[in-house]
């Protein structure tokens, strides 16, 4: 089974950016859709951004104008650049493979800490 791990995540200031890298084990990634997730302390996995595998992208509203995806699918791997980080973007985020239902495709990795503190 395919496998992605994601890396990029750290502690920055409000105002701040990281890029989130989701880099995937095998060379199938690039035909299907990917999507950044995310869990703060205390509540539920929600979905961020995703991007299919021609370049349609969705973001959840509360990201939108502040986060970019991408897909590097010569080197797959999908990106996340954060800027203006807020206190309420510190979350472990993840990615998966998303199939025809929108539902992940894979066991979920460890994630990513981000944290946005002063």
């Known amino acids: 089974q395919e496998q992605l791990a994601e890396s990029g995540g750290g502690l920055v200031q409000p105002g701040g950016s990281l890029r989130l890298a989701c880099a995937a084990s095998?060379?199938?990634?690039?035909?299907?859709?990917i999507g950044w997730f995310r869990q703060a302390p205390g509540k539920e996995r929600e979905g961020v951004s995703c991007?299919?595998?021609?370049?349609?992208?969705y973001y959840a509203s509360s990201v939108k104008g502040r986060f970019t995806i991408s897909r590097d699918n010569a080197n797959d791997t999908v990106y996340l650049q954060m800027n203006s980080l807020k206190p309420e973007d510190t979350a472990v985020y993840y990615c998966?493979?998303?199939?025809?239902?929108?539902?992940?495709?894979?066991?979920w990795g460890q994630g990513t800490q981000v944290t946005v503190s002063s």
């Open positions: 991007i299919s595998s021609i370049g349609f992208v």
């Open positions: 095998g060379s199938s990634s690039d035909f299907y859709p």
């Open positions: 998966n493979g998303l199939d025809s239902d929108g539902a992940s495709m894979f066991f």
